[in-house]
């Protein structure tokens, strides 16, 4: 109790002032009672959450939970922890979390809706102590992020309790059978999850756990929070892991990988923590910590969900408060919770044998007459007996309390074993049912694709067959068309040999008629001389009856008669031969005749057998190819319009292109942007050459429509130079006067319009064919014309006269170099004739110092033409050297820029050496000219080698001659140098005759002087400046130097 005091004299303003007076006494009785309930909730926050390093007791935080569901809320415990300095003691804050986490998980269920109001303070409350990197300030801050994530958590997913304690069913419904539902719902459980470990990590590494830290009451205050830590893991990984064996049932493995990888890292951490606080002394009488199993869940095996188990953690009842854990205090050395040992337990020894010799029944001693000091060790020994009874009864009593304790603790893991036998089989039986239904979903679905499957393997196999069939009908075909004109052939063939039969027939069949005209005419024949015969022999006979005398006569006669008759029998004998003759060969040919006819009805018949079969294989064939026509044309209709889709997408890019480049215009970020004249020119003439490209390649694709990506190409390249031309147009509009500008600037816009114009007509099948590219041509004239009179003069040259303008250039400048050369040798030759001693010492050393710059500056150019002719070997291919000119005209302008220079220079550094010779110029002039020669050189040489190759032998001679030229102007200037120093008189200085005054005299006129001098000197460098400065403009305007930037700048 007085430990408790202190506590609250150490925190100021420990007990809130929740409780406002009563005016007067008419409080009633539920006032009296919220009053008291106010009272002490806040004594009991105050003794809960204090600055001592104690673990919080259970008593409190109970009382505080309890009045959570007394005012359904939090409104009290958040109206007494306002007041608490939390801020400023670590230790208050730890103990702080632990009894808000406690709130949130056994509180009222409005605590988690009451608490979300002062968020922002635990929040900041966090980010305050996360400065700390160690100590309780890094734990507070933890904690504080695993309290916020909690509140956050519950008030997302209503259904969750705070305690975590869920069955299936609820766990179903909270996801409310959708994946997505369930996908999040993992992802925030993960995140929880990953709180609740850093807090445990966070515990473990500020304990010295080489010591026996769980023992000492600075260890159990940083461990008593891990017990509702442990609580919520438990929960949080059994429903991760049910979730996930959802997921892996409806979603494919390869979505749910980062699931997997994260849910192994946790498993890995929570399994080694619960294995590190299993060992610790405090949990073990506090806590039956699970052990999860050594390998996790196979979530790509279905039925490894059968293999969890839920990790079910045990409080034990009278375990549950860690104030009866022995703590090693000077305070607590007594355990107030084991019952003292009644005082007739203490006597009960001395109530059966008394404790005085007058009224001890038993007392032997007096009886016998024993001597008092026998009665004494008597006493003494009987004194020990019972110390040791006394000690043997208090070693029972704790053994039995001990065996009582754990025999409660053995009751209570049965009855958690049996709760959780109990589950395994629910959720057993509930497995048993889903694989039920998922077997049975199994079942039909390879009853499906085993149909599918035979399916498949029966269309396959059709498909094959009718490939083969269409094979064999194929190779039919060809034979039957290969039959079909043999056949022809042998029909032409046998009505050939018909028509030669019938001929043979009809002549047989005349000459049988002829044999029977001739049978017929000589049976007449025979018949008539019969006749003949018989009326002659009548008229014989009748003759005999009517004169015997004429017998002989008509004996005679019938003699001749007979003779006559024998010649006519042998006469028809040999034509019955004939007849017989002529009968067998009609029937040879009757019956050859015959044969040929069977022949040809078998030939008919078998023709006519394959022209059924060829007419039938030729219709299916024809069905087969009438079948592929449609199917073509289908991929036809689809190609087209595949074709004319693509076209569209290239014409609407094209569209985007140019209305970009218009919408730049306006941009106020674009009037930076700069162009040259000569840039755009480029430009225009690229565009209208484009535009012919897509004249040709649309009336291409109107003539065939398969002939769609030359017209997407010309298409897209048109978008692209008429955007780049607006774009160049606009920029160029930016560097010319207004009016110009205004008209440039709309052309370019009347340019973007048509092309719009003419894009969007192309797009309609309809109108394809009457899209008119001539009003966007025109456009573009008209700016390339606007650009053409915007192109500095520099540039109006005639590009076909580049090429015979570096010639001359050239030529000028090797005469002009002659030209000096001459006139120095003259002025050489006229110096040693008319002067004489220094003067002519120094005129000689001027002139052959000039003379030798000459000679490396016509070296120099002799190699640059040479260099140049090199380039333009390799350079132009077919092309001539005007052309190659004409091709790189910038190149061309900047040489002949740099010839003139050099020839320019030469001559005037011979008249500057005419004047010094004559005693009428200025060594500086001579000098200057001399830098300026070198410096008009090295841009010869520049501009000589950038086209040039680096492996080229004219290159090193033009860089060698170079050199020479920059030590010859070297020489020069130290030549004049030398000369000027021989030449000028120095005045001597006497200054003994004058006096002080003169002196400061002539001291103030020389200052004056060197300030004149210092003032005309920085004019004239500015003036030189400013010089220079306009020389390189006007050089730029008339060499396009702008066109450099290609592009907007």
Same mark, same amino acid.
């Given at each position: 109790?007085?430990?408790?005091? =202190?506590?609250?004299?150490?925190?100021?303003?420990?007990?809130?002032?929740?409780?406002?007076?009563?005016?007067?006494?008419?409080?009633?009785?539920? #006032?009296?009672?919220?009053?008291?309930?106010?009272?002490?909730?806040?004594?009991?926050?105050?003794?809960?959450?204090?600055?001592?390093?104690?673990?919080?007791?259970?008593?409190?935080?109970?009382?505080?939970?309890?009045?959570?569901?007394?005012?359904?809320?939090?409104?009290?415990?958040?109206?007494?922890?306002?007041?608490?300095?939390?801020?400023?003691?670590?230790?208050?804050?730890?103990?702080?979390?632990?009894?808000?986490?406690?709130?949130?998980?056994?509180?009222?269920?409005?605590?988690?809706?009451?608490?979300?109001?002062?968020?922002?303070?635990?929040?900041?409350?966090?980010?305050?102590?996360?400065?700390?990197?160690?100590?309780?300030?890094?734990?507070?801050?933890?904690?504080?992020?695993?309290?916020?994530?909690?509140?956050?958590?519950?008030?997302?997913?209503?259904?969750?309790?705070?305690?975590?304690?869920? !069955?299936?069913?609820?766990?179903?419904?909270?996801?409310?059978?959708?994946?997505?539902?369930?996908?999040?719902?993992?992802?925030?459980?993960?995140?929880?999850?990953?709180?609740?470990?850093?807090?445990?990590?966070?515990?473990?590494?500020?304990?010295?756990?080489?010591?026996?830290?769980?023992?000492?009451?600075?260890?159990?205050?940083?461990?008593?929070?891990?017990?509702?830590?442990?609580?919520?893991?438990?929960?949080?990984?059994?429903?991760?892991?049910?979730?996930?064996?959802?997921?892996?049932?409806?979603?494919?493995?390869?979505?749910?990988?980062?699931?997997?990888?994260?849910?192994?890292?946790?498993?890995?951490?929570?399994?080694?923590?619960?294995?590190?606080?299993?060992?610790?002394?405090?949990?073990?009488?506090?806590?039956?910590?699970?052990?999860?199993?050594?390998?996790?869940?196979?979530?790509?095996?279905?039925?490894?969900?059968?293999?969890?188990?839920?990790?079910?953690?045990?409080?034990?009842?009278?375990?549950?408060?860690? $104030?009866?854990?022995?703590?090693?205090?000077?305070?607590?050395?007594?355990?107030?919770?084991?019952?003292?040992?009644?005082?007739?337990?203490?006597?009960?020894?001395?109530?059966?044998?008394?404790?005085?010799?007058?009224?001890?029944?038993?007392?032997?001693?007096?009886?016998?007459?024993?001597?008092?000091?026998?009665?004494?060790?008597?006493?003494?020994?009987?004194?020990?007996?019972?110390?040791?009874?006394?000690?043997?009864?208090?070693?029972?009593?704790?053994? !039995?309390?001990?065996?009582?304790?754990?025999?409660?603790?053995?009751?209570?893991?049965?009855?958690? /074993?049996?709760?959780?036998?109990?589950?395994?089989?629910?959720?057993?039986?509930?497995?048993?049912?889903?694989?039920?239904?998922?077997?049975?979903?199994?079942?039909?679905?390879?009853?499906?694709?085993?149909?599918?499957?035979?399916?498949?393997?029966?269309?396959?196999?059709?498909?094959?067959?009718?490939?083969?069939?269409?094979?064999?009908?194929?190779?039919?075909?060809?034979?039957?068309?290969?039959?079909?004109?043999?056949?022809?052939?042998?029909?032409?063939?046998?009505?050939?040999?018909?028509?030669?039969?019938?001929?043979?027939?009809?002549?047989?069949?005349?000459?049988?008629?002829?044999?029977?005209?001739?049978?017929?005419?000589?049976?007449?024949?025979?018949?008539?001389?019969?006749?003949?015969?018989?009326?002659?022999?009548?008229?014989?006979?009748? $003759?005999?009856?009517?004169?015997?005398?004429?017998?002989?006569?008509?004996?005679?006669?019938?003699?001749?008669?007979?003779?006559?008759? #024998? /010649?006519?029998?042998?006469?028809? @004998?040999?034509?019955?031969?004939?007849?017989?003759?002529?009968?067998?060969?009609?029937?040879?040919?009757?019956?050859?005749?015959?044969?040929?006819?069977?022949?040809?009805?078998?030939? &008919?018949?078998?023709?006519?057998?394959?022209? #059924? !079969?060829?007419?039938?294989?030729?219709?299916?064939? &024809?069905?087969?190819?009438?079948?592929?026509?449609?199917?073509?044309?289908?991929?036809?209709?689809?190609?087209?319009?595949?074709?004319?889709?693509?076209?569209?997408?290239?014409?609407?890019?094209?569209?985007?292109?140019?209305?970009?480049?218009?919408?730049?215009?306006?941009?106020?970020?674009?009037?930076?942007?700069?162009?040259?004249?000569?840039?755009?020119?480029?430009?225009?003439?690229?565009?209208?050459?484009?535009?012919?490209?897509?004249?040709?390649?649309?009336?291409?694709?109107?003539?065939?429509?398969?002939?769609?990506?030359?017209?997407?190409?010309?298409?897209?390249?048109?978008?692209?130079?008429?955007?780049?031309?607006?774009?160049?147009? =606009?920029?160029? @509009?930016?560097?010319?006067?207004?009016?110009?500008?205004?008209?440039?600037?709309?052309?370019?816009?009347?340019?973007?319009?048509?092309?719009?114009?003419?894009?969007?007509?192309?797009?309609? &099948?309809?109108?394809?064919?009457?899209?008119?590219?001539?009003?966007?041509?025109?456009?573009?004239?008209?700016?390339?014309?606007?650009?053409?009179?915007?192109?500095?003069?520099?540039? #109006?040259?005639?590009?076909?006269?580049?090429?015979?303008?570096?010639?001359?250039?050239?030529?000028?400048?090797?005469?002009?170099?002659?030209?000096?050369?001459?006139?120095?040798?003259?002025?050489?030759?006229?110096?040693?004739? =008319?002067?004489?001693?220094?003067?002519?010492?120094?005129?000689?050393?001027?002139?052959?110092?000039?003379?030798?710059?000459?000679?490396?500056?016509?070296?120099?150019?002799?190699?640059?033409?040479?260099?140049?002719?090199?380039?333009?070997?390799?350079?132009?291919?077919?092309?001539?050297?005007?052309?190659?000119?004409?091709?790189?005209?910038?190149?061309?302008?900047?040489?002949?820029?740099?010839?003139?220079?050099?020839?320019?220079?030469?001559?005037?550094?011979?008249?500057?050496?005419?004047?010094?010779?004559?005693?009428?110029?200025?060594?500086?002039?001579?000098?200057?000219?001399?830098?300026?020669?070198?410096?008009?050189?090295?841009?010869?040489?520049?501009?000589?080698?950038?086209?040039?190759?680096?492996?080229?032998?004219?290159?090193?001679?033009?860089?060698?001659?170079?050199?020479?030229?920059?030590?010859?102007?070297?020489?020069?200037?130290?030549?004049?140098? =030398?000369?000027?120093?021989?030449?000028?008189?120095?005045?001597?200085?006497?200054?003994?005759?004058?006096?002080?005054?003169?002196?400061?005299?002539?001291?103030?006129?020389?200052?004056?002087?060197?300030?004149?001098?210092?003032?005309?000197?920085?004019?004239?460098?500015?003036?030189?400046?400013?010089?220079?400065?306009?020389?390189?403009?006007?050089?730029?305007?008339?060499?396009?130097?702008?066109?450099?930037?290609?592009?907007?700048?």
């Amino acid at each position: 109790m007085d430990r408790v005091k =202190s506590s609250i004299q150490q925190v100021p303003n420990a007990i809130p002032k929740v409780i406002t007076a009563a005016g007067g006494g008419g409080a009633n009785s539920l #006032e009296l009672e919220k009053e008291n309930f106010e009272r002490g909730q806040a004594v009991s926050i105050n003794k809960a959450i204090n600055t001592q390093e104690v673990a919080v007791k259970e008593k409190h935080a109970r009382t505080c939970i309890l009045g959570t569901h007394h005012e359904k809320g939090a409104h009290t415990f958040w109206a007494a922890v306002n007041r608490l300095p939390l801020s400023s003691n670590a230790v208050l804050c730890w103990k702080f979390c632990h009894v808000f986490h406690k709130l949130l998980r056994d509180g009222h269920p409005n605590v988690i809706k009451d608490s979300m109001r002062n968020k922002a303070d635990l929040t900041d409350m966090s980010r305050m102590w996360g400065h700390l990197s160690e100590g309780y300030g890094k734990l507070c801050s933890i904690y504080l992020k695993l309290l916020i994530t909690k509140m956050e958590f519950h008030v997302k997913n209503p259904r969750f309790p705070g305690n975590l304690q869920m !069955s299936n069913r609820q766990l179903d419904e909270a996801g409310e059978n959708d994946v997505n539902n369930f996908f999040q719902l993992t992802v925030e459980m993960f995140d929880y999850l990953e709180c609740e470990l850093n807090l445990f990590l966070g515990v473990f590494s500020s304990l010295d756990m080489s010591r026996s830290v769980s023992v000492t009451a600075a260890g159990q205050c940083r461990l008593a929070p891990l017990i509702q830590v442990i609580l919520d893991c438990s929960h949080l990984y059994d429903y991760t892991v049910k979730l996930l064996f959802k997921l892996h049932s409806c979603l494919p493995a390869d979505t749910l990988q980062g699931h997997r990888d994260r849910f192994q890292e946790q498993f890995k951490k929570l399994k080694s923590l619960f294995y590190r606080s299993s060992n610790l002394q405090y949990f073990k009488r506090l806590i039956q910590i699970p052990q999860l199993p050594e390998n996790p869940p196979n979530f790509l095996r279905a039925s490894a969900l059968s293999e969890h188990i839920s990790p079910v953690v045990v409080i034990p009842a009278e375990a549950s408060s860690p $104030e009866s854990e022995h703590v090693v205090e000077t305070e607590d050395l007594v355990d107030t919770d084991i019952p003292v040992l009644p005082a007739a337990v203490e006597t009960k020894f001395d109530d059966l044998f008394g404790t005085s010799a007058a009224t001890d029944p038993f007392n032997f001693n007096s009886q016998n007459g024993m001597r008092k000091d026998d009665k004494d060790r008597l006493i003494e020994q009987l004194t020990r007996e019972i110390q040791a009874l006394k000690e043997e009864l208090e070693s029972f009593r704790l053994e !039995s309390g001990r065996l009582c304790q754990a025999l409660r603790g053995r009751v209570s893991e049965l009855e958690a /074993e049996l709760a959780e036998q109990s589950h395994l089989r629910m959720q057993a039986a509930g497995e048993s049912e889903f694989l039920k239904v998922e077997l049975d979903d199994l079942r039909r679905v390879k009853e499906d694709t085993e149909k599918e499957q035979r399916s498949l393997t029966e269309i396959e196999r059709k498909a094959q067959a009718n490939e083969q069939r269409y094979t064999k009908l194929k190779e039919k075909y060809t034979e039957l068309v290969q039959g079909h004109a043999d056949l022809l052939r042998k029909n032409a063939e046998v009505t050939r040999q018909m028509t030669l039969a019938q001929a043979a027939q009809d002549e047989v069949e005349t000459v049988r008629r002829e044999m029977q005209d001739n049978v017929k005419a000589a049976q007449e024949s025979a018949d008539r001389q019969e006749k003949d015969q018989q009326e002659q022999l009548q008229t014989i006979q009748t $003759e005999l009856l009517s004169s015997r005398e004429e017998l002989i006569t008509l004996k005679t006669a019938v003699t001749s008669s007979q003779q006559s008759s #024998e /010649e006519l029998s042998a006469q028809l @004998s040999t034509l019955e031969s004939h007849k017989v003759a002529l009968e067998e060969t009609l029937s040879q040919k009757e019956a050859e005749l015959a044969g040929l006819g069977e022949e040809l009805e078998r030939v &008919q018949s078998s023709l006519a057998n394959e022209r #059924e !079969s060829g007419v039938k294989t030729a219709e299916a064939l &024809q069905n087969q190819l009438n079948e592929k026509e449609s199917r073509e044309q289908a991929l036809e209709s689809q190609l087209a319009t595949s074709r004319w889709a693509s076209l569209q997408g290239a014409l609407e890019e094209a569209q985007r292109i140019v209305q970009d480049s218009l919408a730049l215009i306006d941009d106020p970020a674009h009037t930076s942007c700069t162009s040259s004249a000569d840039y755009l020119v480029s430009r225009c003439q690229a565009s209208l050459d484009c535009m012919d490209r897509l004249q040709s390649a649309k009336e291409a694709f109107l003539a065939d429509t398969t002939n769609v990506s030359e017209l997407v190409r010309a298409v897209t390249k048109c978008g692209h130079l008429v955007g780049d031309a607006i774009v160049q147009g =606009s920029a160029t @509009s930016h560097m010319v006067p207004v009016e110009q500008a205004d008209a440039l600037s709309n052309s370019v816009k009347a340019c973007g319009t048509e092309a719009l114009s003419l894009l969007g007509s192309m797009k309609e &099948q309809e109108s394809l064919a009457t899209a008119d590219g001539s009003k966007l041509r025109t456009a573009l004239e008209e700016i390339l014309a606007t650009a053409e009179k915007l192109r500095p003069r520099g540039l #109006e040259l005639q590009q076909g006269e580049l090429g015979d303008l570096v010639e001359q250039e050239m030529a000028a400048t090797s005469a002009a170099v002659e030209s000096a050369a001459a006139r120095i040798e003259e002025m050489l030759n006229n110096s040693r004739a =008319s002067d004489t001693g220094i003067k002519m010492e120094v005129n000689e050393r001027i002139l052959a110092s000039c003379t030798e710059l000459m000679k490396a500056i016509k070296e120099l150019v002799l190699s640059s033409k040479h260099l140049q002719r090199d380039i333009v070997e390799s350079g132009r291919g077919a092309a001539s050297m005007k052309e190659f000119y004409a091709k790189n005209s910038r190149w061309t302008e900047g040489l002949i820029s740099a010839s003139k220079a050099v020839g320019w220079g030469a001559t005037v550094m011979v008249d500057a050496a005419d004047l010094v010779v004559q005693g009428k110029g200025k060594f500086e002039e001579l000098m200057v000219c001399s830098h300026e020669i070198a410096a008009s050189t090295a841009q010869l040489v520049a501009a000589s080698k950038v086209k040039a190759d680096k492996d080229s032998a004219n290159l090193a001679r033009l860089r060698t001659a170079s050199k020479g030229v920059t030590q010859a102007t070297a020489g020069v200037v130290a030549s004049t140098k =030398s000369a000027k120093s021989q030449i000028e008189e120095k005045d001597v200085m006497d200054f003994s005759s004058m006096t002080l005054t003169q002196i400061k005299r002539q001291e103030m006129d020389s200052q004056v002087m060197v300030l004149e001098l210092e003032t005309r000197l920085q004019k004239e460098r500015e003036r030189l400046g400013e010089l220079r400065k306009k020389h390189y403009e006007l050089a730029g305007v008339a060499e396009g130097w702008g066109e450099e930037e290609e592009g907007t700048g």
